[in-house]
């Protein structure tokens, strides 16, 4: 079963190769399933509602360091997780929580990591980008620009020379899209056919620098070229549209090696907490909510096909933001790390 679709618990319970060149559009189906339509929908809220603590938290002095939010890309992480299985890894860059969460890894420890406390993921050491869950096969958080590229094509090298069928997704963004890095593992990539999927999140700025002023080219999809790997640009604001090219992609990658896929999305804050963001205009960003909204638009599709009513989604809504305020208590009760914690994680013996 795809870990992108086991059920997560309330909080009252325990935490348990073709090219284009315009973005792919959600296709309107009746064969819709509602099962899945309210999962994508919850799974996405969660995503949001957990960004928006996090921003409250770390405006209170309670979250330290950098803080990188999610808010409005949910549709990227939440579409392509809902292809992959237990074989399948997953690792990111500092814009992490997300992906955390779509992974599976519970709203309580990432949370915990985020204010620095021992119940957290990395017992409270690593903090926003370095959170890593082994059991969910989710390996960073990496705070390097760019550089969780290549440690995906070691995931990808790993799967093949295991030949356990797995693939690696390695996600990152517009900007780190230039890092040379990532030419390097491209070109490894194609040279060992790995399975690797290089998911590209063009939120349209890297830091304070629009793509169009930094990146040259038509599209970013389109730099695996020079290496004969395909590459597709996909609405990445709209879950549907999202889901369906993974569930494509990921299967020709476990027989055909690497793939690069744009997702066209949008972030709605900051680059980080620290960034007012003044090199957009606040009518852009209000445009962008107002008609591309990822979890606008799915509450729009699914009270129209009547696969729930807007009575049933604020149900969803009050549970998820229960289980968003549970996390946020857990995390300030649980201790600070012991200071014994400064030695242990540096050295294992292989």
């Known amino acids: 079963m795809s870990r992108a679709v086991s059920k997560r618990s309330s909080a009252s319970a325990s935490q348990a190769s073709q090219k284009k060149s315009r ?20 799974e996405m809220l969660l995503i949001r509602r957990f960004e928006e603590r996090a921003g409250q938290m770390y405006g209170m002095g309670l979250i330290g360091g ?7 890309q949910e549709a990227v992480v939440v579409g392509m997780q809902s292809a992959l299985d237990e074989r399948d890894s997953v690792i990111t860059g500092y814009r992490d929580h997300g992906h955390m969460l779509a992974c599976g890894m519970e709203s309580r420890g990432v949370m915990a990591e985020l204010t620095g406390r021992r119940g957290g993921y990395s017992r409270g050491k690593g903090g926003s980008m370095h959170m890593f869950s082994r059991e969910k096969r989710f390996f960073g958080g990496h705070g390097i620009v760019g550089g969780q590229v290549s440690l995906g094509g070691g995931l990808a090298f790993a799967a ?16 780190a899209s230039n890092q040379g890095q990532v030419a390097e593992t491209m070109n490894m990539a194609a040279l060992w056919q790995l399975p690797l999927i290089f998911v590209i999140e063009n939120n349209k700025y890297g830091m304070g620098t629009s793509v169009n002023r930094s990146s040259a080219g038509e599209g970013l999809y389109k ?3 020079a290496y004969g790997i395909p590459g597709e640009r996909v609405d990445g604001m709209n879950v549907l549209t999202v889901a369906e090219k993974a569930k494509e992609v990921v299967s020709h990658v476990r027989k055909n090696g690497p793939y690069v896929l744009e997702m066209e999305t949008y972030r709605y804050r900051g680059h980080s907490m620290s960034d007012p963001a003044k090199y957009r205009s606040r009518d852009e960003v209000s445009k962008m909510r107002e008609e591309r909204d990822p979890i606008e638009t799915l509450r729009e599709l699914i009270v129209k096909q009547k696969a729930a009513s807007a009575e049933d989604l604020k149900a969803i809504d009050a549970d998820v933001r229960a289980i968003v305020a549970d996390a946020a208590e857990f995390a300030q009760e649980s201790p600070e790390p012991d200071p014994s914690e400064l030695y242990t994680d540096i050295l294992i013996e292989a």
């Open 223 to 225: 730099r695996g070229e």
């Open 23 to 42: 973005p792919s559009r959600a296709k309107s189906s009746p064969k819709l399933d509602v099962a899945q339509l309210l999962h994508f929908y919850r």
């Open 160 to 175: 093949k020379y295991r030949d356990d069928g797995g693939v690696a997704l390695a996600y990152f963004g517009d900007g």
């Open 66 to 72: 950098f803080c990188h939010l999610y808010i409005g």
